[in-house]
């Protein structure tokens, strides 16, 4: 809109009032003259209007070209905000399912250590009853440690996870977040011509349209 009132004519005024000083005015006393002659009166109340119009009417093309700049610029700026939301939806979409991820992995983690807990429990009792020896007892007791180490970790992880789609949704980093959303089960049976999803890709590429808007 600025660029397009290059194109109006341009109306400038101007007022400006000034006080003099109070002098004597300038006068010559002849001879013979019963009064001096006064030459130059005192004006001692100065001011001035001025109005001015100015219409461009050829500026090398500086005008239209500054308009078509700033149109393209309007445009990619337009550009620049969707390509941005984009962008902002893929990273909390992907901070989403790297949350499911690690909470997945935790889940695991908990599940094995369940697992060798039991099995360190059976291990013992077929060492009482001289069916296992130490060694046997002691190897299932290193994998017990190892998965706790393991599940410390996940958890620390899906923590780490959670703060950071947090931040992303502008909420607190300790907010909880429940997971309502999960991957399908069953694999898509069908997929839609390559052709279609190409010009779909395209035409949702905010960024090329934006590296075509800034083109010359």
Do not use: C
């Not at 001035?48 to 700026?77: C, H, K």
């Not at 291990?123 to 190897?139: C, F, P």
């Not at 789609?165 to 980093?173: A, D, E, H, I, K």
């Amino acid at each position: 809109g600025e660029a397009r009132t290059t194109r109006l004519p341009m109306v400038k005024g101007e007022a400006s009032y000034r006080r003099l000083s109070e002098v004597d005015p300038f006068q010559i006393q002849l001879p013979g003259a019963a009064k001096p002659i006064e030459i130059s009166p005192v004006v001692l109340n100065n001011s001035s209007f001025r109005v001015s119009l100015q219409q461009p009417l050829f500026t090398g093309f500086r005008i239209s070209n500054s308009i078509e700049s700033a149109e393209r610029g309007a445009e990619a700026a337009g550009w620049d905000n969707v390509n941005d939301r984009a962008d902002l939806v893929l990273a909390i979409t992907s901070a989403y399912w790297s949350l499911y991820q690690m909470r997945e992995v935790e889940r695991f983690a908990g599940e094995n250590v369940a697992r060798l807990d039991r099995y360190l429990g059976d291990a013992r009792k077929l060492m009482q009853a001289g069916l296992a020896t130490r060694n046997d007892v002691l190897k299932i007791e290193v994998q017990l440690s190892n998965a706790h180490l393991a599940q410390i970790d996940a958890e620390n992880d899906a923590r780490l996870a959670a703060m950071n789609l947090n931040t992303l949704l502008s909420r607190p980093v300790d907010m909880p977040v429940d997971l309502l959303s999960r991957p399908a089960d069953d694999p898509l049976t069908s997929h839609p011509p390559t052709d279609s999803l190409t010009k779909a890709a395209l035409a949702g590429r905010a960024d090329l349209q934006l590296r075509s808007s800034r083109s010359p």
